[in-house]
């Protein structure tokens, strides 16, 4: 099993930054992808980028390009979302999760290709 904890989420003004963690717990893999999504009350959760864990290679939704950076720390287990520019719009539940396959980033988009998920951090942009 695999356990994601996130954190970092919290109150910004528009315009502000914030920076999100994942923590990945548990039995590791040699070829996995995590990612990030985003959900608010009454919709479907929303992708907002990738990455793979070997390599390196990132995707991001267009919604946050330029604004939005995934990383990670091999060394540490995290992911991390910088989140800069931040909008009112911005705000949701932002969960962490991660799927254990090759294929590229830009195809692991959809939330059912995913087979962890952690907890979510709420984040909330005031206008």
């Known amino acids: 099993q695999v356990q994601l904890v996130e954190s970092g989420g919290g109150l910004v003004q528009t315009g502000g930054s914030l920076r999100l963690s994942c923590v990945a717990s548990g039995r590791t893999f040699s070829n996995y992808a995590m990612g990030w999504f985003r959900q608010v009350p009454g919709k479907e959760r929303e992708f907002v980028a990738n990455?793979?864990?070997?390599?390196?290679?990132?995707f991001h939704s267009d919604s946050v390009k330029g604004r939005f950076t995934i990383s990670r720390d091999n060394a540490k287990n995290t992911v991390y979302l910088q989140m800069n520019s931040l909008k009112p719009e911005d705000s949701a539940v932002y969960y962490c999760?991660?799927?254990?396959?090759?294929?590229?980033?830009?195809?692991?988009?959809?939330?059912?290709?995913?087979?962890?998920w952690g907890q979510g951090t709420q984040v909330t942009v005031s206008s």
């Open positions: 999760a991660l799927v254990r396959t090759a294929v590229r980033s830009s195809w692991l988009i959809r939330e059912t290709s995913y087979e962890y």
């Open positions: 990455i793979r864990w070997s390599g390196g290679s990132t």
